[in-house]
Structures are given as structure tokens and as C-alpha cells.
């Protein structure tokens, strides 16, 4: 399984952005997809994930309310709405197989929220 970020960028505070993970490949389908992000010199922070199946999504607190996980077919999204600067780092997308306890990882994207 691949997975490809799209759709960060610079945007002001208060602003939306909507990120996307498109995955391919072969293999089992993942259970579960979840997104995290690192700031600089801050280590990585799971902020949201979905169940493939059942579509039960779970979020920090710090981006619960503004950010929202979502999937179909073989795409997750994370709509960011009132983005704040502290939203800025790189976020990655991750696929899990529970079965086989295996994670898949995208490159990651950046977001950079201005004051």
C-alpha cells in the first residue's frame, strides 16, 4: 500500500484547509487510517483517526471541533477549519492493517498557518 498527502499549503489564521491521502497498491485493506503531524523540534502527534469500516473516528483534543476525518474509497481527508498558527507542521497520513500489524506511511505535507 502507497499513500500520497495532498493539499497543504500557507494559509492565514482562521483559515481552511482540507487535506487529502490517496492510497494504491495491493494487499489487505487497511482497518484503520489515522493523520498526524510533527512541528519543528516537537516529536509526531497522532491528531485523528477513522475506521475503515464502521467510519468511527476519534481526534486530540486540540483539533476537536475545528478538524474532521473522513473517507471514500480509497481516500482519507482531513477538512481543517479555523486553522491556528500552532496547526503548523508537516502532517502524515497512516494506514494500518490490524491483522498483520502493519503501518503504511505517506511523505507527509506541509502546513504552515500564519498569524
Known amino acids: 500500500v502507497q499513500l500520497v498527502e495532498s493539499g497543504g499549503g500557507l494559509v492565514r489564521a482562521g483559515d481552511s484547509l482540507r487535506l487529502s491521502c490517496a492510497a494504491s497498491?495491493?494487499?489487505?485493506?487497511?482497518?484503520?487510517a489515522r493523520w498526524y503531524r510533527q512541528a519543528p523540534g516537537k516529536q509526531r502527534e497522532l491528531i485523528a483517526g477513522?475506521?475503515?469500516?464502521?467510519?468511527n473516528t476519534n481526534y486530540t483534543n486540540s483539533v476537536r471541533g475545528r478538524f474532521t476525518i473522513s473517507r471514500s474509497n480509497n481516500m482519507v481527508y482531513l477538512q481543517m477549519n479555523s486553522l491556528k498558527p500552532e496547526d503548523t507542521a508537516v502532517y502524515f497520513c497512516m494506514a494500518k492493517d490490524l491483522a498483520l500489524q502493519t503501518e503504511y506511511w505517506g511523505q507527509g505535507t506541509q502546513v504552515t498557518v500564519s498569524p
Open positions: 497498491g495491493t494487499g489487505p485493506k487497511p482497518d484503520v
Open positions: 477513522i475506521t475503515i469500516g464502521g467510519g
